[in-house]
């Protein structure tokens, strides 16, 4: 079997981990008809998943079209025992990505597993690049990605579980001469999937990315025919497989496979500048900075928008860490520091927000508290709360160093004493909704 094959090209001591299958499970993956998506789908099938073999079958620039691509790996697959039925719709289209997702739920009631893999080709220099070469491509990788996406998201919260895999390309990640349009659509790509992955993770669904490097018709072209049996699809499909798996170690991220090597990519921000004096900030001031400003030297990365936000904050030169009191106030306890965020509540920071907070403290005084804001007021209230809109993890002695105005809150966070789940735009707004 092709599974087994290749799994005796691997070290040895991978066979250490428990057996990765797909039993009751359900996958659905555009554009298998040939390439990398095949594969998937056979190593899918192989491990015990109902596979939707989705491929309208079009050359490689999306013109055409045919049912043999996908018919052939669904009789590969049943030949083999396994189970899957061919899909022949378009991603590129709403009515297309809905009827691909309808299709497995019809069949099979549940949609565990989706590898948005659908890609074509039309490279042109960016000046030569028309709307014909640069639509059809945007609309198979990125819209196709929200097409399919999106009603299997709907999915698989109502199952409370699922694994998404989009395919980015280092074309887009990195860059490739010609390839606006396909770069831009790979890069299109990560966006969606940080943006996503913030929305679905309490629902245990992990959403990656992943950007592989094979030789297949897509590139048999442009990558030098003596790379052939080193790029084979089959050396990316175990990334596939294990990040499509409930095993799957990660989320929101993006990982790169070619010919044996798998190695993550990511995004990351540099420490970057602050200027103090303000009225002597000018274009030249930033020249004459510049090796600061644009060094990676101590460079992190962000789980969103937000946590880059908080981080740059708190790198910012105050006068006000000088102000700060250095001590706890003598007997405030963890049970007092809540009930006292009430009388400290400030309704106008508040204005338009309903905001759930769950702290869990943890230390000697570990707890779970609720702050519960609505309509311009605050409820303070022990225990937990089912749905929570921001979760804060933070140990009672940082607690209260935070809430007796030691440390603020952002250096809390940066300190990687304060940990934010779910939604943490509003764990912004905390220290002016208590005047912290
Ligand atoms: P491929 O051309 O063999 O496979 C792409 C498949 O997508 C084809 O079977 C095609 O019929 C199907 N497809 C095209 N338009 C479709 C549509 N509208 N709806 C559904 N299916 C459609 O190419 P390959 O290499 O297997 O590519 C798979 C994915 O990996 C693509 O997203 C590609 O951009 C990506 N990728 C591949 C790399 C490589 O080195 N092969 C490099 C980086 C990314």
Known sequence: MISEKFENSFERKTRTFEYIHYREQVAV???????????????????????????????RDGL????????????????????????????????GGEAIIQAALNAYGRID???????????????N??????????????????????????????????RILLTTSTSGLFGNFGQANYGAAKMG??????????????????????????????????????????????????????LSSRQCPANGEIYCAAGGYFGRIALIAGEGVWFREKSSLSPETLAAAWERVSSLRGAREHSDANQVLLSLLSTQPTQKTNERPNQIPEGLTIANAFSGLEKRFNSKAAQGLEVIYQFIISGEEASEWQVIIKDQSCNVIPGVHEHPTT???????DFLLLVSGCRSAAET???????????????QRLERLFQL
């Open 29 to 59: 993956i555009t554009g298998a008809g040939g390439g990398l998506g095949r594969i998937y789908a056979l190593e899918l099938a192989s491990r015990g998943a109902r596979v939707v073999v989705n491929d309208p079958g079009p050359a």
């Open 64 to 95: 055409g079209m045919s049912s043999a691509p996908a018919d052939q790996v669904v009789n590969e697959i049943l030949s083999k025992g396994g189970e899957a039925f061919a899909n022949y719709d378009s991603v590129a289209t709403p009515e």
């Open 113 to 127: 597993i989706l590898i948005h893999n659908a890609g074509i080709l039309r490279d042109k220099t960016f000046v």
């Open 129 to 162: 690049m028309v709307p014909d070469l640069w639509d059809p491509v945007l609309a198979v990788h990125l819209d196709g990605a929200y097409h399919v996406t999106r009603p299997t998201v709907q999915a698989m919260k109502q199952q409370g579980y699922g």
């Open 189 to 242: 790509l990560v966006g969606l999937m940080n943006c996503l992955k913030l929305e679905v993770n309490k629902y245990d669904i992990c959403i990656n990315c992943i950007a592989p490097t094979a030789i297949t018709r897509m590139t048999e072209d442009l990558l030098p025919p003596e790379f052939t049996e080193l790029l084979k699809p089959e050396a990316v499909s175990p990334l596939v497989l294990l």
């Open 391 to 397: 979760l804060l993890k933070i140990d009672g002695q």
């Open 413 to 427: 966070f940066a300190a990687g004493k304060l940990i934010i789940e779910g939604r943490p735009g509003p764990a």
